[in-house]
Structures are given as C-alpha cells and as structure tokens.
DNA sequence: CTCGTTTTTACTTGCTCAGGCAAGTAAAAC
DNA sequence: GTTTTACTTGCCTGAGCAAGTAAAAACGAG
C-alpha cells in the first residue's frame, strides 16, 4: 500500500475509465477488421504489411524491419507474409546484401489490391473513430494513446517486437 | 467523395492519431495479461469471468448473462468456463428453473484466486494507463471510449455478444 | 384444455485458423 | 570453429463459425 497510486482495487471513476477502456479494446479491433476482411479477405496486420511495403524504396523491406513497422513478432509476421505471398501480393527473395535477409516485395498486384483496400479502410477507421470525436479529442486521444505506449514499454522486460535497432 | 468526413487515405494528424492508436490496440491487451498469466495462469478475459461472478447474487450467473457482462461470445465464454472449471475455480450447474440455462458459480477456490489476483491487475491497470494520465485525460479518455463504443454499435449488422434484451 | 408438433432459446463442440514459444536452419561475423 | 543474426516451422492454445443437442415455449388439432 506505499506504492504510490495502486489501489487494491479500481473503484468510482477510475473503474468506470477502464471498465469503457476495456469494451474499447475488446470490440474495436474486430470491427476494424471485418470491412477489410468481407471486401477482400484481408486483415489490418496483412493491410498493415501492404501498406508499409508500398512506402519504402523498391517497395520492398527485410522482415524484420517490416516485423518493427507492423509492431509484430517475426514468427507472426513470417506466416502473414507467407499467407499474401501465396495470393500474389508480395514476393519474397532472399537479400543478395545479406544472405540472411528476406526480402519482402509488393507486386503490382499487392499494390493494387492496396489502392483499392486504403479508401475502405481510411472510411472504416474515420466513422468508429476519427468522426464520432470533436477535434480536440482526437489531439487528446493522440496524447493518451502515446502515453500509454511509453508507460508499456517502460514496463521491465517488456519488448514486443523488438524494432532492432530502428 | 460525397460521403461527408471519409478521405481517400488518412493523412497529417489524423493519420497520426490513428497510428498512435493502432499501437496501443495491438500493445496493450498482452501487455495487460502478463503480470496475471504470470503470477495466476489466468487471462484478462478468465479474470474478468471470475469478477462478474463475485458480484452476483449467490456469485452465480447464466452464461448468457456472464457472456453480456463479459462482452464475449457464448463459444468463447463456454470454452472459458470450461478452462476455470477444470481448475476448480467455478462449478456449472443446470438451472433448476429453466433447463436450458447452465449457472456458473464461484468456487471458494475461486473467490480466493479472485481476491489474490485482484491487487494485481489493478496494479496493472494503473501503471498502464490511469498513472500515465492527469485527472483530466483520464475523463477525457472515459469519453472517447464511451463515442468509440456508440460508434461500433451503430455500425449497421454488428452485434458482438447479443447481449439478450437485458 | 390437452396432446403432439414445430419453433425458439441456451448452450456445447468439431473444425479450422491465427499467433506465441521454442527449436531448427542457414548465413554472416568474430 | 564458435557465436550471433535472421528468419522459418512444429507444436499448442484460444477463438470464431457453424452444426449439434436438449429443454422450454408456441402453436394447432381435436
């Protein structure tokens, strides 16, 4: 009970904050999917790879930078990958700089299913979040959400996808 | 591009909230599970099982009514049950009442993991994110969640529990 | 009003798949 | 030759969907 701001338990305001938090995290991330999944049968982390592949130089990125970018596990990423590779959308070669390396590449076909994916789920994204806030929420959500993230990386041996040396 | 409020793609702050959040929906659920899977072999969503129960009338529910509390599906919640059911934590029985019905009760075995584990995930929950906040970001976030939530409940064909007609 | 039939409700479970962990493989660095 | 790095994969678990089961409710005929 010294410890500064830890109750024993969550009672009052603070309940009800976490109780909504909670609910929050529970729903969103599947409603965030389902649009993108009944279009194209894609989720958000496959969306997620699409998208960071379409930005870099060549299109193409080593798994375990692309593994930082999509704050994934390298096991979890190797089978996504391996997944939309099978569909066409990226190809995988092995890095000539380092042997070691694979090189994940978005197709022309990836790039197109991500140009038609990104309109469905930057609609997706503004009506669950973005438009049922004011304007100052959606700057105070910003400020939360980094909070956050730096309080679970502050956590003593907390490393989740270790982003290598970024 | 009539459609009020939905871009094409998201850009400047929007796009960086949303980033911000995504983080926090892929980081923070595992980040909240591991001091209890830790200490207590008991997931977030096991935990909040037990809670429901100890607050209920004779710390005992129907699963359907424990799935609403629990925003669950009734497969997920089954399986659940089945986990803390075989560790001695809940017993189920057939309602006398309405056959259908299964009522899980709490175990003493449970009340006691319960009240151990309680200090814990409290802890958890805040250094994660209520300490990270001041008082007003704490509200404020209770706000956000609450619209977050209105919105995903708007959203034409998605009920995630079918919470009865409680 | 009673008996038999259909529908609805309340779960449970088989199938399948995603993801974590740890073990395996291969190339580079030391 | 040994260690480190960069993946990949086998095993296992948790969850969704849909099919299965069992009990209650609703309905219809007599």
Redesign the pocket.
């Known amino acids: 009970m010294s410890d500064s701001g830890a109750p024993a338990h969550l009672a009052g305001d603070d309940l009800a904050t976490w109780a909504a938090l909670a609910t929050v995290l529970?729903w969103l991330p599947?409603a965030l999917d389902a649009p993108l999944v009944r279009d194209f049968d894609l989720?958000h982390?496959?969306y997620g790879v699409l998208f960071a592949l379409a930005d870099a130089p060549d299109r193409a990125l080593?798994?375990?930078?692309?593994?930082a970018y999509s704050n994934?596990?390298?096991?979890?990423?190797?089978?996504?990958?391996?997944?939309i590779e099978a569909r066409g959308l990226v190809i995988?070669t092995?890095?000539?700089?380092?042997?070691?390396?694979?090189?994940?590449t978005l197709t022309e076909a990836g790039l197109d299913m991500l140009e038609e994916a990104t309109p469905v789920q930057s609609h997706t994204v503004t009506k669950l979040v973005l438009e049922p806030l004011t304007k100052a929420q959606r700057g105070q959500l910003h400020e939360i959400s980094v909070r956050i993230q730096r309080a679970i990386r502050e956590q003593e041996g907390w490393q989740?996808a270790r982003p290598?040396r970024g």
């Open positions: 529970e599947p989720t982390f496959e080593r798994m375990t930078v692309l593994a994934s596990s390298l096991s979890r990423l190797s089978r996504a990958v391996s997944r995988r092995r890095d000539p700089k380092d042997g070691r390396s694979t090189l994940a989740p290598g």
